[in-house]
């Protein structure tokens, strides 16, 4: 679900003008939410936190990404741009979500079988493949859209 949210709202944020404040509201839980619930999926595959704790761990890390971004992107030559925000947050966010699905389903498999746990196994079927595969292609065309305007500037 997160990576399907975090999907649209990166072409929002390359399909909306850069100036209408509803769409900058559409795209905000790409800023706030998405990136530090993700993370907290990764860095904490075996707590069950509850809705105030990891609503805190989402808020926290997603701020920690967007100050650790905007450095980032501050030393590219694509600067603090919109289209470069959603690909550098909607990079980390799928990213985030991959590793968190590999770790549960390795977790899991593991667990059901040896009562430890490895992230040595990768259960993705083919639906899961391709929707993986879809969103590495939308990062791959959102970061050359930002190296062609770059280029142009």
């Given at each position: 679900?997160?990576?399907?949210?975090?999907?649209?709202?990166?072409?929002?944020?390359?399909?909306?003008?850069?100036?209408?404040?509803?769409?900058?509201?559409?795209?905000?839980?790409?800023?706030?939410?998405?990136?530090?619930?993700?993370?907290?999926?990764?860095?904490?595959?075996?707590?069950?936190?509850?809705?105030?704790?990891?609503?805190?761990?989402s808020l926290a890390?997603?701020?920690?990404?967007?100050?650790?971004?905007?450095?980032?992107?501050?030393?590219?030559?694509?600067?603090?741009r919109t289209d470069?925000?959603?690909?550098?947050?909607?990079?980390?966010?799928?990213?985030?979500?991959?590793?968190?699905?590999?770790?549960?389903?390795?977790?899991?498999?593991?667990?059901?079988?040896?009562?430890?746990?490895?992230?040595?196994?990768?259960?993705?079927?083919?639906?899961?493949?391709?929707?993986?595969?879809?969103?590495?292609?939308?990062?791959?065309?959102?970061?050359?859209?930002?190296?062609?305007?770059?280029?142009?500037?």
């Amino acid at each position: 679900m997160v990576a399907a949210i975090t999907i649209v709202a990166v072409a929002l944020a390359f399909i909306l003008p850069p100036d209408w404040v509803p769409g900058r509201i559409l795209t905000l839980p790409i800023a706030l939410i998405l990136p530090g619930y993700a993370l907290t999926s990764v860095l904490f595959p075996r707590r069950e936190f509850g809705i105030p704790e990891r609503f805190l761990f989402s808020l926290a890390l997603s701020l920690v990404s967007v100050i650790m971004g905007g450095l980032v992107l501050n030393w590219t030559p694509w600067g603090l741009r919109t289209d470069s925000w959603a690909v550098i947050l909607g990079g980390l966010t799928l990213g985030a979500c991959a590793v968190a699905l590999v770790r549960r389903r390795g977790r899991e498999q593991d667990i059901s079988t040896t009562g430890r746990f490895s992230a040595g196994y990768i259960g993705l079927n083919v639906r899961q493949g391709l929707l993986l595969g879809l969103a590495a292609l939308i990062v791959c065309g959102a970061v050359a859209v930002s190296i062609i305007g770059a280029e142009r500037q």
